[in-house]
Structure formats: structure tokens, C-alpha cells
């Protein structure tokens, strides 16, 4: 079992920058594969990043490749989502997702079964 906190969601202007943090529970973080995913107000859940067990291997939505860094802190139990370069269209409700996955790779973005509560960005223009 992992449980998931996300922490770092706020206000910001275009072009500004924010900082997402998971915080997750259990001694096992280290073999759970993890992402970060989206919603905007009417629209679906979307894929944003994902990363490895090991930080070794990423993945990006090509909406963000280049604003966005996805990283972790297995020491820490933490996993990072730095977003620069925000847009309006960046603002959603951003959710940190945990799956485990030891085999190394990353999981397609329906695999993932636990789910934190969720921060609001909200990047104006």
C-alpha cells in the first residue's frame, strides 16, 4: 500500500514556474513506478510524466516536453515536477499516481493504481 500527498500547487503567471512535490508513504516507494497526471475543468484526466523505479528512465506528454522535469527522491520517499515556462493552458488539477513496477520501464498511463488527492495550479495570463 502507498499512500500519496501532493504539496506545491498555487497561482502563478505565464511564464512563471511551480514546483510539485508527492510525498508518498510506505518503505517500498522505491519500487513503484510513478506519474504525474492532469485535469482541467471539463476535460478528462490526462498523462503529463512519468518515471522509473529508479529516476533512470522518463517520460513526457508532448504538451509539456521541455517545460517540465519529473524527478525523484527514493531516499525521501518524494517525487518532484518542476514546471517552468507555464501557460494558461497548464492550469489543472495535478495528480501524483503510483504503481508498482520493479521491472524497470515505464507502465502505460492506465496501470497506475494509487492516486493522491490532487493540487490546484492555476496559471493566469
Known amino acids: 500500500q502507498v499512500q500519496l500527498v501532493e504539496s506545491g500547487g498555487g497561482l502563478v503567471q505565464a511564464g512563471g514556474s511551480l514546483r510539485l512535490s508527492c510525498a508518498a508513504s510506505?518503505?517500498?516507494?522505491?519500487?513503484?513506478?510513478m506519474g504525474w497526471f492532469r485535469q482541467a475543468a471539463g476535460k478528462e484526466r490526462e498523462f503529463v510524466a512519468a518515471?522509473?523505479?529508479?529516476?533512470?528512465?522518463?517520460s513526457y506528454a508532448d504538451s509539456v516536453k521541455g517545460r517540465f522535469t519529473i524527478s525523484r527522491d527514493n531516499a525521501e520517499n518524494t517525487g518532484y515536477l518542476q514546471m517552468n515556462s507555464l501557460k494558461p493552458e497548464d492550469t489543472a488539477v495535478y495528480y501524483c499516481?503510483?504503481?508498482?513496477?520493479?521491472?524497470?520501464?515505464?507502465?502505460?498511463?492506465?496501470?497506475?493504481?494509487?492516486w493522491g488527492q490532487g493540487t490546484q495550479v492555476t496559471v493566469s495570463s
Open positions: 499516481a503510483a504503481v508498482y513496477w520493479y521491472s524497470g520501464g515505464i507502465p502505460g498511463p492506465d496501470r497506475y493504481n494509487y
Open positions: 510506505g518503505r517500498t516507494f522505491s519500487r513503484y513506478a
Open positions: 518515471i522509473s523505479f529508479s529516476g533512470g528512465s522518463t
